[in-house]
């Protein structure tokens, strides 16, 4: 596997990451903890998941602080979220049959 495949599966999986858990977040701090990530990462994604027309941000207008968001997905985000599911799932298991057959190969 190649440099390349590797970085864009890593984008792939924050991105998936970042839409499992966008509707559930409290705020980007808290978000870039668990993913152990810097907040201005978290920030960049997020914006640029808006940008993509993925997720979508609502201000709370009762609330007294003025920057903190709900952030939604939108069709498309669930559609991407879906895929990108999809595309992970079939890795981990190409992943698990490699390793298997490894496993399987070293008691021969």
């Known amino acids: 596997m190649n440099f390349r495949v590797v970085l864009l599966q890593t984008n792939e999986e924050l991105t998936l990451n970042v ?6 977040l409290q705020s980007q701090k808290s978000l870039a903890n668990e993913l152990s ?13 808006i940008e993509k027309g993925l997720i979508k941000a609502e201000n709370f207008f009762e609330n007294k602080n003025k920057n903190q968001y709900k952030y939604l997905l939108t069709r498309d985000g669930i559609a991407a979220k879906i895929e990108l599911t999809q595309k992970f799932i079939e890795i981990k298991k190409s992943e698990y049959e490699e390793l298997q ?6 008691h021969k």
Do not use: F, H, Q, T
């Open 19 to 24: 839409l499992r858990k966008i509707e559930s």
């Open 37 to 49: 990530l810097s907040v201005g990462k978290v920030n960049y994604v997020v914006k640029a998941l």
């Open 101 to 106: 057959k490894e496993l399987d190969e070293g």
